[in-house]
């Protein structure tokens, strides 16, 4: 692994398909959300309300295979970038997620800086690492022919790493160091319960925000992008400026939230 080969932040490669990073590099702040159910319907439905890039997860959610493939060709199509938070970092579970042609992946509870130098090279063709190629699908969603695509993935396909572990936050400056880590995704749930023992953290927390701090300190530092969930859209409006691109909850909180207030509002 060199530092001498492009990859998201310096490509100079131009595909318009790639909202997702093509907002992120100009600085535009593009906005996510994360995606749980496994229907195409719900996934255009939510592509089409504004948003420049869409997590579909498999870890938590309720995604299969053919889910996955469905929804990144429905999301793709439709001019969003779909992103896939994979369940871990296995080297087969990267190479399946990829191979629907998302523009990225997201990958849960980072802990080390080999655990994020193993991503990497799961997650880019030779010679910066080991994936293999066999598959016409990827190329679709980036809207390329294959030989196009294998030139310009391993400069343009994002990799999210979540740090949301004690550990994580122990090791994030050499975690955020690895070449080829794209954005430094913080999940605060899971890392307000690993550092205080609930969720969710108030947030103002001395522990919570020195880690905060710490991980924002650690992606500046080595270049990297910074970014977070947020429950809604005015802390989303808040974070602008501090991190370079937030999730904004997700589709089944959204809709639960959305038929809770509005019955409250009946009954009253």
């Not at 909850?249 to 939230?257: H, M, P, S």
């Amino acid at each position: 692994m060199t530092k001498s080969y492009p990859t998201a932040h310096t490509t100079e490669v131009s595909n318009p398909r790639l909202r997702l990073l093509n907002k992120i590099k100009a600085g535009e702040f593009p906005l996510m959300t994360f995606v749980a159910i496994p229907s195409v319907r719900q996934a255009q439905i939510v592509a089409l309300t504004g948003l420049d890039g869409i997590i579909l997860d498999c870890e938590h959610g309720h995604i299969g295979d053919d889910a996955m493939h469905n929804s990144v060709a429905a999301i793709s199509a439709l001019g969003v970038s779909p992103i896939i938070r994979i369940r871990g970092p296995a080297h087969d579970i990267i190479k399946r997620a990829l191979d629907t042609g998302a523009h990225g992946i997201m990958v849960p509870q980072i802990n080390t800086a080999q655990e994020a130098e193993q991503v990497v090279q799961s997650s880019k063709f030779p010679p910066q690492g080991v994936r293999g190629q066999g598959s016409a699908f990827p190329a679709i969603g980036h809207g390329l022919t294959t030989p196009e695509y294998m030139k310009s993935a391993n400069e343009t396909i994002l990799t999210m790493l979540q740090i949301e572990t004690r550990a994580g936050v122990e090791n994030v400056d050499a975690i955020a160091a690895v070449p080829g880590v794209d954005v430094v995704f913080i999940g605060p749930n899971d890392l307000a319960q690993a550092l205080l023992g609930y969720t969710p953290a108030r947030g103002d927390e001395p522990e919570f925000v020195d880690a905060i701090n710490k991980i924002e300190t650690a992606a500046r530092k080595h270049g990297k992008w910074f970014s977070i969930m947020v429950p809604n859209g005015g802390l989303a409006k808040k974070a602008r400026g501090r991190f370079d691109t937030v999730a904004i909850t997700g589709d089944t909180k959204a809709i639960q939230n959305w038929y809770i207030s509005e019955f409250e509002i009946a009954r009253s």
